[in-house]
C-alpha cells in the first residue's frame, strides 16, 4: 500500500513540474492544455478543468478510477475524453501531453499538408520521438465524432495532431510523452521557418535506419 501511494504521490508532484515546465517556456498558456498519467494499477490522474499547467496544485487533480470514471479531486478536463481514446488504444502507454502549442497548431492549419503525415523527416530526433504524424480532422471541442476520429489513429500512432487545434502524445513515460510533444513542437517550428524553401528532408533509407519510439 505504501510503494502505491509512493507511486501516485511522486506522479502528481512530477505532472506539476511538467505542466509548469511547459508553461514557462510558452508551450502552453492561459488554461489551455492537459496532462494524463496512468498509474500502474490502471488509475489514471489528470489535469482539472480551467487549471493553468503553470501553477498545478498536485493533491487537486483528477483521479479516474482503472475504468475510466472520475472518482476524486477537481473536474476533470473537457478534453479527458483525448487522453482516454488513447491510453483505450495504446495498452502500453503511460502518460498523455496535449497542447495548443503555437507552432504545430500553425502547421495543423496549413493547406495542402499531408493528412497521413504531416511533417516531413527533418531530423534524426523527430524521427526517433515522434515518426509519423496523422492529421484528425477538424470537429468542434466535444464532439464524439473527434474522439472516433482519434481512436482510429491513435491504434497505429502515439502522435496525432487534432486539425485547427493541436497535437496529442502518448509515450510510456510522462517525460517520454513530454519529450515527444516538444519535439513535434520544435519540428513544427522547423517546417515554418523551412516552408517554401527548397527542404532536405532525411530520405526515406536514412529514416529507416533509425529506431522511432
Ligand atoms: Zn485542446
Redesign the pocket.
Known amino acids: 500500500m505504501t510503494a502505491i501511494l509512493s507511486e501516485e504521490t511522486k506522479m502528481r508532484d512530477q505532472i506539476a513540474s511538467v505542466g509548469k515546465s511547459l508553461f514557462d517556456r510558452g508551450l502552453t498558456f492561459g488554461s489551455?492544455?492537459?496532462i494524463s498519467a496512468r498509474l500502474t494499477t490502471g488509475e489514471m490522474l489528470m489535469t482539472p478543468t480551467n487549471a493553468s499547467l503553470g501553477s498545478l496544485e498536485p493533491e487537486r487533480l483528477s483521479r479516474f478510477s482503472a475504468e475510466g470514471v472520475w472518482e476524486s479531486g477537481d473536474n476533470p478536463t473537457k478534453?479527458a475524453f483525448?487522453h482516454q481514446c488513447m491510453y483505450c488504444r495504446r495498452t502500453m502507454s503511460g502518460a498523455v501531453v496535449?497542447?495548443?502549442s503555437t507552432h504545430a497548431v500553425a502547421v495543423s492549419i496549413l493547406d495542402g499538408i499531408d493528412p497521413d503525415d504531416v511533417l516531413p523527416p527533418l531530423t534524426a530526433y523527430y524521427v526517433m520521438r515522434v515518426g509519423t504524424l496523422p492529421l484528425v480532422p477538424y470537429y468542434p471541442?466535444g464532439d464524439a465524432s473527434l474522439a472516433e476520429a482519434v481512436a482510429e489513429k491513435a491504434a497505429d500512432n502515439h502522435a496525432v495532431l487534432?486539425a485547427n487545434?493541436?497535437p496529442v502524445v502518448a509515450g510510456k513515460t510522462l517525460l517520454d510523452a513530454q519529450y515527444a510533444t516538444e519535439e513535434l513542437e520544435e519540428t513544427a517550428k522547423l517546417f515554418l521557418l523551412l516552408y517554401g524553401k527548397p527542404v532536405r528532408p532525411l530520405t526515406p533509407a536514412q529514416a529507416a535506419g533509425l529506431n522511432a519510439s
Open positions: 489551455t492544455g492537459n478534453e483525448l496535449h497542447l495548443h471541442p487534432l487545434h493541436g
